[in-house]
């Protein structure tokens, strides 16, 4: 409860905590006080002078305390603490965003650090964490598609999901038909007047149960933009096999069809792009999140109130305290 109150707290005349530096001179000529206003005498033993203590002064000093008390509410009220209250107010429209990976086996090819597939995982979370406005899903293929999740504002769920992604889930293979149709099909009940799919390969078109320009043709009668990205260094990429010795490296050939992806990102309204490395595929997701920009517009609205009074009155009450106390049980005492 007080960690929420410090964390929500401000104050409108700070400058006034500057006052605090008076307390160590005020303890400083307490202090000083105290040793002028004491007397010494010699006596042969102490055995009768026990008793002449009492808990007044044991207790003396609560009077100075309760001023420097008083003094640091006085203060504090001063400076005028404030609760702040914003509320936000969102107004627009967001884009439904589909992310289509392959999931293939070639997507371990060690080309990308670590490897293809972790390597468009990281950048695709980099990419939700940048779209607090949008409903964003996921769909996985390989020889088959999947949707791994549906659109939705819940960042975390997504990302989990994400990160569990592994190659092997579905059945080998690079249907690009089937996971553009799959991530269509997901956009198709949208509402939003923007409807964009992200889909990544880093290979052929070599399967599945939809022609890929067959699925192409489904995009553009649903109002889909996509932009394909080809994963893939030039030449060959060392590739994880599994051998009946364990597993092995083995240098495949990188073989991306960049004239289909080209086709179906230009004839939806998108644009075809190549990663050829880490930072490449890093700045090929940024370029998309600057082409497709959520028509958004957020209001503040900050409400203050204030917090001074309760200082005030405990100053109020610790001054009084002291002054009753002062010329009553504590009279005696300077």
Known sequence: ML?????????????????????PVMIYWYLQKSKLSNATILVSSLRNLKKAGSWKNS????????????????????????????????????????????????????DFTPNRMEAAKNVASAFIDGRPTDRIGLVIF?????????????????????????????????????????????????????????????????GGMIDPNTAKEIAKAVGVRVYTVGMGTEGFAPVPVQTPSGVVMQREKVSIDEKLLTQIANETGGKYFRAKDNESLSTIYQDIDKL??????????????????????????????????????????P
């Open 3 to 23: 960690y929420d109150w410090l964390q929500h707290i401000s104050f409108a005349y700070p400058v006034f905590f500057a006052l605090l530096a008076l307390l």
């Open 142 to 206: 390989s020889g088959e598609s999947f949707t791994m999740c549906p659109l939705t504002t819940d960042r975390s769920v997504l990302k989990s999901q994400l990160y569990n992604v592994q190659s092997g889930l579905l059945e080998d293979g690079t249907a690009i038909g089937s996971g553009l149709a799959t991530s269509t099909e997901r956009l198709r009940g949208s509402k939003s007047k923007s409807k964009v799919i992200i889909l990544l390969t880093d290979g052929e078109d070599n």
């Open 59 to 110: 207790f003396r000093h609560a009077l100075f305390i309760c001023r420097l008390l008083a003094i640091t509410c006085l203060i504090t009220a001063m400076a005028r603490p404030q609760l702040k209250n914003e509320q936000q107010t969102t107004n627009g429209e967001g884009i439904d965003i589909i992310l289509c990976l392959d999931i293939s086996g070639s997507m371990l090819a060690q």
């Open 292 to 333: 497709e920009k959520s028509k958004i517009e957020i209001t503040t609205h900050t409400k203050y109130s204030e917090q001074f009074f309760p200082f005030a009155l405990i100053a109020a009450a610790l001054l009084l305290i002291e002054y009753l106390l002062r010329f009553t049980l504590f009279k005696k005492f």
